[in-house]
T-cell receptor
Framework: QKEVEQNSGPLSVPEGAIASLNCTYS??????FFWYRQYSGKSPELIMS????GDKEDGRFTAQLNKASQYVSLLIRDSQPSDSATYLC????????????FGSGTRLSIRP | DAGVIQSPRHEVTEMGQEVTLRCKLI?????LFWYRQTMMRGLELLIY????????DSGMPEDRFSAKMPNASFSTLKIQPSEPRDSAVYFC???????????FGPGTRLTVT
């Protein structure tokens, strides 16, 4: 089992709809969770961090964390073509608090 | 404040040559991470440092790779000798505190012919 798992996609969502990106992790004691966006040819860019169960909203983005289910998600409301990118889920595992484990990413495509 | 700075942004070299990649951390950050990204293998952690000390180098592919952090703000990743399979984008990232967010540099695109 991979430490951080994501569906590779591509996930195709119509413009204006809600895009839902999902991630599961294996280390039950993980404490910190991050979502990065990576445009083609660019570096990963941090867009959200979440540390406690529940929802955290920032503009059109909402991160959701459920530690009991070992599940973290990212919702993008009112999707725009500029949201088309690869989204990387990252987890700071309890087993190694110094490093972040990245998922392989979900490619999101917003169709006009 | 400037973000993570990497140089060069692009490097093309011939097999067998030495390659040195450079990274400058965000001021005040105390952890540095070197990653490699390819289409096939995704984003791989090569090595990371806390307070200039290498903590985990288990991701370094082989002895041809070495990394140093001579001071609190600067690091180098060296490949000697380089091979075509080393072609990838190399990122460094820095972080202020354990468990906190990492911020990536723009990357170095390495091509070994």
């Amino acid at each position: 089992q991979k430490e951080v798992e994501q569906n590779s996609g591509p996930l195709s969502v119509p413009e204006g709809a809600i895009a839902s990106l999902n991630c599961t992790y294996s280390d039950r004691g993980s404490q910190s969770f991050f979502w990065y966006r990576q445009y083609s040819g660019k570096s990963p860019e941090l867009i959200m961090s979440i540390y406690s169960n529940g929802d955290k909203e920032d503009g059109r983005f909402t991160a959701q964390l459920n530690k009991a289910s070992q599940y973290v998600s990212l919702l993008i409301r009112d999707s725009q073509p500029s949201d088309s990118a690869t989204y990387l889920c990252a987890v700071n595992p309890y087993s190694s608090a110094s490093k972040i484990i990245f998922g392989s990413g979900t490619r999101l495509s917003i169709r006009p | 404040d400037a973000g993570v700075i990497q140089s060069p942004r692009h490097e093309v070299t011939e097999m067998g040559q030495e390659v040195t990649l450079r990274c400058k951390l965000i001021s005040g950050h105390n952890s540095l991470f070197w990653y490699r990204q390819t289409m096939m293998r995704g984003l791989e952690l090569l090595i990371y440092f806390n307070n200039n000390v290498p903590i985990d180098d288990s991701g370094m592919p082989e002895d041809r790779f070495s990394a140093k952090m001579p001071n609190a703000s600067f690091s180098t990743l060296k490949i000697q000798p380089s091979e075509p399979r080393d072609s990838a984008v190399y990122f460094c990232a820095s972080r202020y505190s354990q468990g906190g967010e990492q911020y990536f540099g723009p990357g170095t695109r390495l091509t070994v012919t």
